[in-house]
């Protein structure tokens, strides 16, 4: 009867493992796959604000979004 048991507890220890060896590695590529877009994302922007048709925008006083230089407050 002690044979059983064993076997048993062994077979789900396999089981478990196999499970857990899987989700690992599921979470190692999609953590991969994550990060690759973040840097896609990342050099596309840095791409983007080096062209000389893009303009910065600042933040002014009453909560607009202004280019630099340009001293309208209020409406």
Not at 6 to 25: E, K, N, P, T
Request: charged fraction near 40%; proline fraction near 4%.
């Amino acid at each position: 009867m002690s044979t059983a048991i064993l076997i048993r507890v062994l077979i789900f220890v396999a089981v478990f493992l196999a499970i857990a060896w899987g989700v690992r590695r599921i979470w190692r590529d999609w953590k991969g796959e994550f990060k690759a877009i973040d840097k896609a994302k990342h050099e596309r922007d840095l791409r983007e604000r080096a062209r000389p048709d893009v303009i910065t925008l600042k933040r002014d006083k009453d909560g607009k979004f202004r280019p630099p230089g340009d001293d309208r407050h209020g409406s």
